[in-house]
């Protein structure tokens, strides 16, 4: 048993929809601090093999929004899967911050960080895809092997990226307002200059345009408001679609009229999300 499960500690369990949610507190020791997570199960009164979903949140977000706000647990024990909702960046005292609210602790962005003084801490790859990846497997009972990637703004992006540069694990992926083109959009640029460098070509394998463009990709849908407040400015997901079109990805895109970027928006249209991932995860 990996010193990760060890330090591993449950601080809340409740019943939602059948199913149990709970969340978690353990010592990380690929971000080197204290993390917490939260992990949805459904009820599997059949105690079948059940697949996972991961859900990436934004920008300034904890794993607290998706499990307080979207309403999510209902389509988990409705299609039958568990899903997993991690933290969006390193926290605590000792681990680096910055005044903006789209850099540092809450903005982890995803990537494995590789200038001081972020790189310590901000190895967020890394964590979700070896030691939080390992934690589910042990915390999902009769898990079927089988997992997908969703998520929202700075988490669609992360979704994204982390879904296809791990193209053979996961069965689908989806974004609600996703950062997809983060090289050339401000959040992306702050983000990138300041974990991975000056060097803009460290930055391609982290922006989902460019690797779009590598390989066969899981199916991919997008759903975007057009009331959006940070649409087109940070979210103009031209540059991702023509890539997709250039090099035959499927990418299902949609325009969304009058919703917003808010958890109004994302409750309205999760279930589509949901249905898309359990027709490519059974």
Request: glycine share 8%; proline share 5%.
């Amino acid at each position: 048993m990996g010193s990760e499960i060890m330090s591993l500690e449950r601080i809340e369990q409740h019943r939602s929809f059948g199913g149990e949610h709970c969340k978690y507190r353990h010592f990380s020791e690929v971000l080197q601090c204290d993390m917490t997570f939260s992990l949805y199960l459904p009820s599997n009164k059949e105690k079948k093999k059940i697949p996972l979903i991961w859900w990436l949140s934004g920008l300034t977000c904890t794993d607290d929004n998706f499990s307080h706000k979207s309403g999510f647990q209902q389509w988990a024990d409705k299609y039958q899967t568990a899903v997993m909702i991690p933290d969006t960046s390193p926290r605590g005292e000792h681990v680096p911050d910055d005044e903006g609210y789209d850099l540092g602790q809450g903005a982890g962005f995803y990537v494995n960080a590789t200038q001081e003084p972020w790189k310590k801490h901000y190895q967020m790859y890394t964590y979700i895809t070896e030691e939080l990846t390992t934690m589910a497997k042990s915390l999902v009972p009769n898990f079927s092997g089988e997992e997908s990637m969703m998520g929202h703004s700075m988490g669609g992006h992360g979704a994204l990226v982390i879904g296809m540069k791990n193209a053979a694990k996961f069965k689908a992926i989806s974004a609600f307002a996703p950062i997809s083109s983060p090289c050339q959009i401000p959040w992306g640029k702050k983000a990138f200059t300041s974990y991975l460098g000056e060097d803009q070509s460290s930055w391609k394998e982290w922006d989902a345009s460019e690797l779009v463009k590598t390989g066969k990709m899981p199916p991919i849908l997008i759903t975007q408001g057009t009331e959006d407040q940070f649409y087109p400015h940070n979210l103009d997901a031209t540059h991702f679609l023509q890539n997709a079109q250039e090099h035959n990805q499927a990418v299902d895109y949609n325009k969304v009229e009058g919703y917003d970027h808010s958890y109004y928006f994302i409750a309205t249209f999760l279930e589509e999300h949901f249905a898309f991932h359990m027709k490519h995860l059974k």
